[in-house]
Nanobody, 114 residues
């Protein structure tokens, strides 16, 4: 059974940093990995995605502050978040292709206080 499990969320003050990690079990991560987030009352949005080709895409709101890194050999994808803002508060979920299918993690809460 394939599972994606996130860790690293929590409460941080504005300007602080957090590092989220996602590890896949039950299969091998493929060429695509990403992080998405959903704030209360808002639609889920893409934060950052990466491909094993090396290409990455970031949401405009996080460019320059967040860095995604994927390691398909270790079945992990991480999101380094710096200079956090209250508007970054959301549930963050990883998304990846594992054994040729898309899977989602259960999400981890990130709360940024002002």
């Amino acid at each position: 059974q394939v599972q994606l499990v996130e860790s690293g969320g929590g409460l941080v003050q504005a300007g602080g940093s957090l590092r989220l990690s996602c590890i896949a079990s039950g299969g091998n991560m493929g060429y695509y990995m990403g992080w998405f987030r959903q704030a209360p009352g808002k639609q889920r949005e893409m934060v950052a995605v990466t491909h094993t080709s090396g290409s990455t895409t970031y949401a405009d709101s996080v460019t320059g502050r967040f860095t995604i890194s994927g390691d398909s050999a270790k079945n992990t994808v991480s999101l380094q978040m710096n200079s956090l803002k209250p508007e970054d508060t959301a549930v963050y979920s990883c998304n990846a292709i594992v054994n040729g299918r898309f899977y989602w993690g259960q999400g981890t809460q990130v709360t940024v206080s002002s």
